[in-house]
T-cell receptor
Framework: AQSVAQPEDQVNVAEGNPLTVKCTYSVSGNPYLFWYVQYPNRGLQFLLK??????LVKGSYGFEAEFNKSQTSFHLKKPSALVSDSALYFC?????????????FGAGTRLFVKA | DAGVIQSPRHEVTEMGQEVTLRCKPI?????LFWYRQTMMRGLELLIY????????DSGMPEDRFSAKMPNASFSTLKIQPSEPRDSAVYFC???????????????FGPGTRLTVT
């Protein structure tokens, strides 16, 4: 079965410290990988994606993620967290054989950044 | 760009009533997705359209749910009759898929919070 796992329900980090939000996936074939962020009472906002090419992708607001094929992971990172980064983060995968249409979302990880 | 527009933002209805949720995708996007978000089940894909044609509705929970896309700028998700377990936030998202260019990422609307009593 195709799935996305975000092993941490919540991540706590102090402002200014680096942050990592973990994601692993299980899909057949090549995956298209995404990170989205959701603020309270808002829709999801696209942060970054990996389709092909360089395994390290950079996105909005200073976030980046690294595609690791052998570990089937796509962890989200930021060198220095801000209080305003506090939100719900979703990892998503779209199997390439669906043409990128069918996107499976993880359960989400809530990030708290303390001042 | 106005982004994806959804209406209403909040809907409270009684069990058994018909509910219609509306979505206007981003101009120029040719794919549209309906999702449901609950605490228990997370974010679930219900149905998606490409060029106004439903491609996959395997996520639609029951026959009580139906979705249409009569043109490139409008889609509806209808629940008839509604039940308390349908209470959730319903999101519409759009994207662009073309022969030469594909964006893959989806742009979400603000959602409709549905409460069925």
């Amino acid at each position: 079965a195709q799935s996305v796992a975000q092993p941490e329900d919540q991540v706590n980090v102090a402002e200014g410290n680096p942050l990592t939000v973990k994601c692993t996936y299980s899909v057949s074939g090549n995956p298209y990988l995404f990170w989205y962020v959701q603020y309270p009472n808002r829709g999801l906002q696209f942060l970054l994606k990996y389709i092909t090419g360089d395994n390290l992708v950079k996105g909005s607001y200073g976030f980046e993620a690294e595609f690791n094929k052998s570990q089937t992971s796509f962890h989200l990172k930021k060198p220095s967290a801000l209080v305003s980064d506090s939100a719900l983060y979703f990892c998503a995968v779209s199997p390439a054989n669906t043409g990128g249409f069918k996107t499976i979302f993880g359960a989400g990880t809530r990030l708290f950044v303390k001042a | 760009d106005a982004g994806v527009i959804q209406s209403p933002r909040h809907e409270v209805t009684e069990m058994g009533q018909e509910v219609t949720l509306r979505c206007k995708p981003i101009s120029g996007h040719n794919s549209l997705f309906w999702y449901r978000q609950t605490m228990m089940r997370g974010l679930e894909l219900l149905i998606y359209f490409n060029n106004n044609v439903p491609i996959d509705d395997s996520g639609m929970p029951e026959d009580r749910f139906s979705a249409k896309m009569p043109n490139a700028s409008f889609s509806t998700l209808k629940i008839q009759p509604s039940e308390p377990r349908d209470s959730a936030v319903y999101f519409c998202a759009s994207s662009f898929y073309g022969l030469a260019e594909v964006s893959y990422e989806q742009y979400f609307g603000p959602g409709t919070r549905l409460t069925v009593t």
